[in-house]
């Protein structure tokens, strides 16, 4: 497929191109699958299709209980037109329930609800595996200040309020999510706004009832299809596309 567009990065899931005005981005979302710091790889057919329409789901979500994100407005099946911002290079953890790296960290069985919501960050960097990182370490090499990670902690408790809340009403458990934040500047001010994509990639979500896995660690641990798992999440929430029974890559643009 010839490009339309300036290609400005490519990650593990998404592509992003210049946007059509200045100060914005496309955010194309890839079928493409990693785990294990991409030593696991797939293309789940589909899963692009799917994330965007959730990311869309709950950007919009938030915007509308004034929580500030990258999201403008979805352009086609595949992409979203976004704001561009300046990445702050940390993964943003809130963790519910244990599961993943803290479970094997302090050996708590997945699940184990936890004393209250735990916020923690990982260094965004590919070659060193996204290391846990104190704040000490963010403050003393200027990642974020003190003043940006308290924006940031306040950020991902209202974010994590909403998305309990939301996956709550149909049914699912939100374990633990990660998202990412971006710097935008009006004038001489900085803000600290919500970026990168919200979806099952980047949540653990767990059936009430069953602790059926519905997010990512499917394909991690291969419990089955991710494309049925994340159908489910759409389903439920009632954001699968209502014109189209089929998401396969070669019916959509
Ligand atoms: N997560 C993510 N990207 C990463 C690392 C983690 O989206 O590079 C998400 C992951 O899907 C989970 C949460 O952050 O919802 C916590 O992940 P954890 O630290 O337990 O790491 P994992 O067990 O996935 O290595």
């Not at 803290?102 to 960050?121: A, H």
Request: a neutral charge; aromatic letters at 10%; one cysteine or more.
């Amino acid at each position: 497929m010839a490009p339309r567009r300036k290609k400005i990065y490519e990650g593990k899931a998404k592509v992003l191109y210049e946007g059509p005005e200045p100060g914005t981005l496309v955010q194309y979302f890839k079928d493409d699958a990693t785990a294990f710091n991409a030593q696991k790889k797939a293309t789940i057919e589909g899963k692009g299709v799917l994330n965007n329409r959730l990311s869309e789901y709950f950007m919009t979500g938030l915007t509308n209980i004034g929580v500030p994100n990258h999201f403008i407005r979805r352009l086609n099946m595949r992409e979203q037109l976004i704001r561009q911002v300046e990445i702050v290079p940390l993964e943003v953890i809130v963790r519910n329930f244990a599961a993943g790296s803290i479970s094997k960290r302090l050996g708590l069985d997945e699940g184990t609800p936890l004393p209250r919501p735990i916020v923690e960050y990982s260094y965004k960097n590919d070659a060193l595996g996204d290391p846990l990182v104190p704040e000490e370490y963010i403050i003393a090499f200027g990642w974020a200040n003190q003043q940006d990670l308290d924006d940031i902690v306040s950020l991902a408790l209202r974010v994590n309020d909403f998305l309990s809340g939301v996956f709550y009403g149909v049914g699912i458990k939100l374990i633990d999510f990660k998202i990412e934040i971006g710097r935008v500047w009006d004038g001489d001010f900085m803000r600290l706004i919500v970026a990168d994509e919200i979806s099952p990639d980047s949540c653990r979500l767990w059936d009430i009832k069953t602790n059926q896995k519905l997010d990512k660690d499917v394909f991690r641990r291969d419990l089955g299809s991710l494309t049925d798992a994340y159908s489910e999440v759409a389903r439920r929430l009632g954001v699968l596309p209502t014109n189209a029974t089929n998401i396969k890559p070669t019916l959509i643009n």
